[in-house]
Structure formats: structure tokens, C-alpha cells
């Protein structure tokens, strides 16, 4: 079982729609991240969270440390959010980032 | 001006061979990184530097060296190339190591080898 668990592995939505990609880890961490990967290749960080939530622009991201979750929402979801996207969390017994396997997330016009 | 650029982009050679990826990063930041993303799209830590000394070190085979004349730099040399080596590497920067709180990470494109 990898240490970190995201869901759905694929998602397809349509335009407008609200997304939500979970990931849930079983080690102890300093932190997490959500990362974007666009089609090219490129990655891109969204949002580093240890505590509670952040927002930019029609991104969400939450964290419940107790329960060992983050999720990553797309509000008014829109083609251009068509990526992977990959939770990465920073253990603190191996002292570096653990990633997930990613959501590969398709929005249709 | 890009952050964080690595060259080549794209390197295909053969079996065997010895070569080198190059990674600059114009941010100002403490700590650089090597990550390896496979054919199934999986990334995973290979190295990482915080003011040019190594920190991590990860069960990446000892053909695989990393090395950083500045904390600006962080190249990746791979002596005696295998099939197994094909695959993207990212190079990536944060503000700091800190025990975690890294602050944000700024990846490069990343550079596609191919193994022949």
C-alpha cells in the first residue's frame, strides 16, 4: 500500500462543474503540497498546507490533520484545469517528500 | 526569466554512455532537488542539496551523482547509461529544508532521457 492514496486516479467533468480530488497518507507529516502537472510536462505548485485551508482563485485546498486528508477543490471547473494533479506530503521520519500517483483530470467544454 | 531551468530538455543516447543534466535556479533559494518521474508518471526523491551540502541521499544507484559548484546549481551526472534510466527528471527548488516547511517548491520542465 503507498504511503500516500489519491482518488480518483481519473476523473472527467464538465465545464462548470466543482471537483474534488482526495489524498489521505499514513505517515507523520511536516506538510503537504499540491502540485499540477500540465499536459507539456510541466509541474507547477498550487498550495503548501499543514493546517486548515487555503484558496486561490477557484482553488481550495483542506487539510484535517487527525484524519490524515487533504483535498484539492475546482470551483466552475474549465477546460484549462485539465492536468494531473499530485498530492505530495513531507514525512518527518523519512525527511523528504512522499508523492501520490496523481488524478489525471479531463474538463470537457 | 524562468526560475528554475534545466538543460537538455530532451537527451536520447546509448547504452553504456556517460552524461549530464544541468539545473540553475535564479530564486535565491537554500535547497534544490533531484526528483525521477517514470513511465507511469510516479515522481520520487533522488537527491537534494540545502547550501551545497548533500541532505538526502535516497537508494538511487551510485552511478548517479549529483553536483553543485554554488547554491545556484545543481547538475545530475549518470555514468554507464541503462535502459532502466529512461525517464523525466525534474529539478526543483524551495526557499529552505527546515524540517519540512519548505516553503514552495518551483520545478524545472524537466528533462526526458531515453536510453537506447
Known amino acids: 500500500k503507498n504511503e500516500v492514496e489519491q482518488s480518483p486516479q481519473n476523473l472527467t467533468a464538465q465545464e462548470g462543474e466543482f471537483i474534488t480530488i482526495n489524498c489521505s497518507y499514513s505517515v507523520g507529516i511536516s506538510a503537504l503540497h499540491w502540485l499540477q502537472q500540465h499536459p507539456g510536462g510541466g509541474i507547477v505548485s498550487l498550495f503548501m498546507l499543514s493546517s486548515g485551508k487555503k484558496k486561490h482563485g477557484r482553488l481550495i485546498a483542506t487539510i484535517n490533520i487527525q484524519e490524515k486528508h487533504s483535498s484539492l477543490h475546482i470551483t466552475a471547473s474549465h477546460p484549462r484545469d485539465s492536468a494531473v494533479y499530485i498530492c505530495a506530503v513531507w514525512s518527518r521520519s523519512q525527511g523528504n517528500l512522499i508523492f501520490g500517483k496523481g488524478t489525471k483530470l479531463s474538463v470537457k467544454p | 526569466d524562468t526560475a528554475v531551468s534545466q538543460t537538455p530538455k530532451y537527451l536520447v543516447t546509448q547504452m553504456g554512455n556517460d552524461k549530464s543534466i544541468k539545473c540553475e535556479q535564479n530564486l535565491g533559494h537554500d535547497t534544490m532537488y533531484w526528483y525521477k518521474q517514470d513511465s507511469k508518471k510516479f515522481l520520487k526523491i533522488m537527491f537534494s542539496y540545502n547550501n551545497k551540502e548533500l541532505i538526502i541521499n535516497e537508494t538511487v544507484p551510485n552511478r548517479f551523482s549529483p553536483k553543485s559548484p554554488d547554491k545556484a546549481h545543481l547538475n545530475l551526472h549518470i555514468n554507464s547509461l541503462e535502459l532502466g534510466d529512461s525517464a523525466v527528471y525534474f529539478c526543483?527548488?524551495?526557499?529552505?529544508?527546515?524540517?519540512?516547511?519548505?516553503?514552495?517548491?518551483?520545478f524545472g520542465e524537466g528533462s526526458r532521457l531515453t536510453v537506447l
Open positions: 526543483a527548488s524551495s526557499p529552505r529544508l527546515a524540517g519540512g516547511d519548505t516553503g514552495e517548491l518551483f
